[in-house]
């Protein structure tokens, strides 16, 4: 016999070990759960069905998440019928009485032998659908049943965001799809797509064809580190760009996958690749410079004289005329002033204008495109420089040289997009030693500092808090030459952003995420994405 003190001990751990392999596993972790008594033996030989109001909505978008959802190894997802009482039935549908769920809030309720998915929205059901889909990945993958039990989730934030530089590298419609399904499993909704850069322009203006003729193509692209002596280069020409009509399936691919694509178009600065197409729009040009080959930034700066906005205006008018998104991102970080500094007709102007410093006249630069999208019916955002020399009456500021410029234009009421160098940047390393990890930009962001983010700084009150729209993951491309280490500079860490976004940040626990997301990377194996196993466990 056991001492009964013992006894007791393992018996507890008995309780915990079988709690800890039924419970829920999803990320992002829902906001609230409730087990009940009971299993739900989940598996292939349930009925599908849905019910309710919009029928013909819900089947088009369960079908297109069904192409998907089986192609992971779970298989569970059936064709929807409509509903008939039967017993093993999962039921969809729209309820519209539900406040508590939001616009993108969703309720699972599994019983013995049925499962509702239940929502207000289409957008709802969707991330319903999501959850259900790590839980019968989780059921497959455990061959366990699932505990029965109440899901009720919304997400924290309205802003959910991951950004990909596909200037300094450029990938594929198809890897632009399988990234937008990244997102999507983590109920990612913002895809920001940075698509012009000194680098490469990747955007089809039909109004400017020089932009993709001579823009889009490098000579050769930097190899190794750009801080080693000497550089050294591949000697290969480089390029790549999309046509309208690809930008507009992947517009319409996102949003069947309840993400918005916030297309960048940068300006004034990071546009040599504009100036070597179209020399006239430069502040100062000895010569016509070439597409930039080396990382880092460029002295040229567009001139801030009326045909730059000619030129900007008809850029942002196809831009709008692809992108619905309501923000447009305008770029707006590290602009070099010294060609304006350097040129006597622009310090008339600035002059003339009234404005004392070449920052001031940055500010004016942005407020003319603030105005213009305004009018347009649309919001400008940028990157925290656009701060510096008065902020443009509309804009929202993507803060990330740190939380400062987004406490402050969160205090000046304006909104924010927290994207801290210390926190989202997924372009840094991901783990110790960093010789045995693919070469980096620099810096160390780990899965565990990620995760302990909070986009709210406690320097806001509540009222200024309610500016932060929520955060977002930066993939600047320059040592990620293709897709598969796209994915693994985001994966896992695009989970732990989707839980900082998502979930309340008061029930995050890193360890209980650790095991969760060890889980969830069986799920990217399944799909055959790459990932960083090193801070994954063993299942
Ligand atoms: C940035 O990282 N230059 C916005």
């Known amino acids: 016999m056991l001492p009964r003190k013992l006894s007791s001990f393992l018996f507890i751990i008995f309780i915990l070990s079988c709690y800890q392999t039924i419970a829920y596993n999803i990320i992002p972790k829902p906001w609230k759960v409730k087990y009940s008594k009971g299993q739900c033996q989940f598996d292939p030989t349930w009925k599908w069905s849905v019910t309710g109001d919009s029928i013909s909505e819900i089947q088009k978008m369960y079908n297109q998440f069904q192409v ?20 093993r039935l999962v039921k969809i549908q729209l309820v519209r009485k539900e406040k508590e769920l939001g616009a993108e809030g969703y309720r ?9 998915v239940e929502a207000q929205s289409l957008r709802g059901l969707y991330y319903g659908l999501q959850s259900l889909k790590q839980l019968s990945f989780q059921a497959f993958h455990d061959k366990k049943s699932l505990p029965c039990g109440v899901i009720k989730d919304v997400p924290r934030f309205s802003w959910r965001g991951m950004h990909l530089d596909v200037s300094r590298h450029f990938f594929t419609v198809r890897e632009i799809e399988c990234y937008l399904e990244m997102l999507a499993l983590h109920k990612m909704n913002v895809f920001h797509w940075h698509l012009t850069d ?10 400017y064809p020089r932009l993709t003729e001579i823009g889009s193509g490098r000579e050769q692209t930097m190899i190794g580190h750009y801080y080693d002596k000497p550089r050294k280069f591949d000697g290969k020409p480089y390029g790549g760009f999309y046509t309208q009509k690809e930008i507009k399936h992947l517009v319409q691919f996102a949003a069947s996958r309840m993400i918005t694509v916030v297309p960048e178009i940068e ?10 197409a179209y020399p006239s729009l430069a502040s100062q040009l000895d ?3 070439k597409v930039l080959t080396v990382w880092g930034g460029s002295d040229h700066i567009l001139s801030p004289f009326p045909a730059t906005f000619v030129f900007l205006k008809k850029v942002l008018d196809e831009t709008m005329a692809i992108f619905p998104s309501t923000y447009i991102h305008i770029g707006g970080d590290e602009a070099i002033k010294k060609h304006w500094r350097n040129s006597p007709k622009i310090q008339k102007m600035k002059d003339s204008l009234g404005l004392k410093t070449e920052n001031q006249l940055q500010s004016w630069f942005i407020g003319q495109i603030d105005k213009y999208l305004v009018s347009k019916g649309r919001k400008m955002m940028g990157w925290d420089e656009i701060l510096e020399g008065g902020l443009a009456p509309n804009a929202a500021v993507m803060s990330w040289r740190g939380e400062k410029g987004g406490i402050q234009a969160a205090k000046m009421k304006h909104n924010v997009v927290m994207t801290p160098g210390t926190h989202c940047y997924f372009d840094k390393y991901q783990h110790e030693p960093k010789t045995e990890e693919p070469l980096a930009i620099g810096g160390m962001i780990t899965l565990e500092k990620v995760y302990s983010y909070n986009p709210q700084p406690n320097d806001l009150n509540p009222e200024e808090k309610a500016y932060i729209l929520g955060a977002q993951g930066n993939v600047w491309t320059e040592y990620i030459p293709d897709f598969k280490q796209v994915q693994y500079m985001c994966l896992p860490r695009m989970a732990a952003l989707s839980e900082v976004t998502w979930s309340k940040d008061e029930t995050k626990y890193y360890p209980d995420f650790q095991k969760r997301v060890s889980l969830l990377s069986k799920m990217y194996g399944a799909f055959g994405w790459n990932f960083c196993r090193k801070d994954v466990m063993k299942l």
């Open 287 to 289: 010569s016509v410079p």
């Open 267 to 276: 300006m004034p600065g990071h546009c040599q690749e504009v100036i070597a």
């Open 108 to 116: 699972i309720k599994i019983d013995k032998s049925e499962i509702v």
């Open 68 to 87: 998907w959802a089986d192609s992971s190894a779970t298989g569970f997802f059936k064709p929807l019928e409509t509903f008939e009482p039967c017993p």
């Open 198 to 207: 000194d680098q490469g322009w990747r955007m089809e203006v039909k109004a």
